[in-house]
């Protein structure tokens, strides 16, 4: 990734803290009938099609308030004297359609846990999408396993199942595909492929809040399922994360691994720690935003899908711009970003990065989203320490480097633009400002060139 650009942590704190001044006058009708009235764009010294600011992330209430007050007076800030982070799993548990949930300190911890419950070890090999957070491998080296990229689906931005296959060997142990933006993987093929070689499946849904998959919700698909509650996301607590499953055994390993090993359920007290374990509990505090945070939850969902399928609708069109497209038996995203396709040579050549920067001086935010990070650094710096030199053959070292290689996740890394689930929580007059902004720029793009 260029290092002008924003990651998306930045980019989406940037997005919410936006805050522009007065609303210019202009008219600019929908795509198809561009008008020349439009303008001269705003990078090149004309009047922005928008100076109003977009919705703050988070939004709380006084509810939030009094129960956060009310956990603080009461000092029982730790789940092991209280109740709310139980209460909370109870409800999210509901909310998903699973049989149990299991909360935790953050996403990555509930990959953690989920990995190891799910017996990936030292020296095993899991299949994961390259289009991610970077948190995504971090788990996969910390639990010293090998982290393979299976190339994406430039169109859905998520794990292509056609590619999946050919990266299995004897180590492999497990595919963690990734709902990422809240796009669900088609996990119907991804299912079928682990059943057949005998994989298990841990769904990153940690971008998937009540996204769907032939109306299942993401993260009960697969053996384990893990969400992430940061600052940032659709359902945040600053910090949180959460584990869901079906499998009452499966969960109370769970249970007990983030708790330090401890006996729970059918994990019996044979001492006073019979299983390996951490600790990755989540806090009272986290548990009671995450439940004034669920109150609204749905609704802003509904409002999310509606304005995103609206401001389709108004792009789909421009030549250029392509859309995001949900996998087969896909029913619904989360859109914790709305993410489409630029394609230069529809708009004379101009580099995505000026296309961006014309994109936000018109008023609106956006990002250019992931690099190819199965090249990034961390990669090597695993491969050549200590542990993965003694757990992996020179000559499997040698292959991995060699197939490492994901030419669509390449050419998506170059070409994907993303707006932040917050833009998404105004009206539709916000999407047209979007689509304005963008036919704005493709009627004015030879003069960008
Ligand atoms: C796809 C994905 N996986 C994992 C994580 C890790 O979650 P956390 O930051 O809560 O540890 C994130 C969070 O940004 C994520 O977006």
Request: hydrophobic share 35%.
């Amino acid at each position: 990734m260029n290092k002008k650009d924003l990651n998306r942590r930045e980019f989406l704190n940037a997005a919410s803290a936006a805050s522009l001044a007065a609303v210019a006058s202009r008219t600019i009708p929908a795509y198809g009938n561009v008008s020349k009235k439009a303008g001269k764009l705003a990078i090149l010294g004309g009047q922005p099609v928008r100076t109003k600011g977009w919705y703050g992330w988070p939004i709380w209430d006084k509810g939030a308030e009094e129960s956060i007050l009310s956990v603080l007076r009461s000092g029982n800030w730790f789940r092991g004297r209280g109740t709310k982070v139980s209460e909370f799993e109870k409800q999210y548990a509901e909310l998903m359609g699973a049989r149990r949930c299991l909360a935790t300190a953050s996403g990555t911890t509930a990959l953690l846990v989920a990995l190891h419950v799910l017996g990936v070890d030292a020296g095993d090999e899991v299949l994961v999408a390259p289009y991610t957070f970077i948190a995504t491998y971090n788990v996969v080296f910390l639990t010293k396993a090998l982290p393979v990229f299976v190339d994406t689906d430039q169109e859905t931005f998520t794990m292509n199942p056609d590619k999946i296959e050919e990266r299995i060997n004897e180590r492999t142990k497990a595919i963690l595909p990734v709902h990422i933006l809240g796009l669900p993987a088609d996990m119907d093929r991804i299912n079928a492929i682990a059943k057949k070689h005998n994989l298990v499946v841990i769904e990153d849904a940690c971008q998937a809040w009540l996204a769907e998959y032939r109306n299942k919700k993401c993260g009960t698909l697969g053996d384990l399922g893990c969400f992430s509650f940061q600052n940032s996301k659709n359902l945040p607590a600053g910090e949180g994360g959460a584990v869901i499953g079906n499998d009452e055994e499966i969960m109370d390993k769970c249970y007990s691994f983030h708790n330090c090993g401890r006996p729970y359920g059918t994990v019996k007290g044979t001492s006073g720690y019979p299983v390996r374990g951490s600790n990755r509990r989540m806090q009272q505090f986290q548990a009671v935003i995450l439940m004034s945070q669920m109150k609204r939850i749905q609704k802003d969902a509904d409002t999310r899908l509606e304005n995103a399928l609206y401001l389709t609708s108004r792009i789909k069109d421009i030549p250029g711009i392509i859309p995001y497209k949900l996998a087969e038996g896909a029913t619904r995203s989360a859109y914790h970003l709305y993410p489409f396709r630029y394609k230069k040579e529809h708009f004379s050549d101009i580099p995505r990065n000026k296309f961006l920067a014309a994109l936000r001086a018109e008023g609106v935010p956006c990002s250019s989203g992931y690099g190819p990070q199965n090249k990034d650094g961390v990669i090597e710096e695993a491969l050549n320490s200590r542990g993965y030199k003694r757990l992996y053959s020179s000559r499997r070292l040698k292959r991995y480097r060699e197939e490492n290689h994901c030419p669509d996740n390449d050419q998506l890394c170059k070409e994907a633009v993303w707006f932040s689930q917050s833009m998404l929580l105004g009206t539709k007059r916000d999407m047209d400002d979007i689509a304005d902004a963008i036919a704005k720029i493709y009627e004015n793009r030879a003069k960008l060139a």
